[in-house]
Nanobody, 117 residues
Framework: QVQLVESGGGLVQPGGSLRLSCAAS????????MSWYRQVPGKERELVAS????????NYADSVKGRFTISRDNAKNTLYLQMNSLKPEDTAVYYC??????????WGQGTQVTVSS
């Protein structure tokens, strides 16, 4: 059974930091590219960051570039998103994602991040 479980969300003040984790199980994590998405109620789910299977290449949405860092620890089957200099517009539910060709996309349950004073 393939599973992705996010954790680390919470309430933080503007300018603060959070580190999200995504624990993966049920597949060979080290050969799958991974990504983080976020979604605000009533809005389209948007790509935040992505990382290759070996962690040697990353991509970021313009809105988070320079503030967020995606990384992975293949020995621990875990994906991370370090979020610094948080802004109120970063408030959203954050999801980790992977895909299998010929099978489909797998999403985690999501973790809430709220940036507010």
């Amino acid at each position: 059974q393939v599973q992705l479980v996010e954790s680390g969300g919470g309430l933080v003040q503007p300018g603060g930091s959070l580190r999200l984790s995504c624990a993966a199980s049920g597949f060979t994590f080290s050969i799958n590219a991974m990504s983080w998405y976020r979604q605000v109620p009533g809005k389209e789910r948007e790509l935040v960051a992505s990382i290759t299977s070996a962690g040697d290449s990353t991509n970021y949405a313009d809105s988070v570039k320079g503030r967020f860092t995606i990384s992975r620890d293949n020995a621990k089957n875990t994906l991370y998103l370090q979020m610094n200099s948080l802004k109120p517009e970063d408030t959203a539910v954050y999801y980790c994602r992977t895909g299998f060709r010929g099978v489909g996309i797998i999403w985690g349950q999501g973790t809430q991040v709220t940036v507010s004073s």
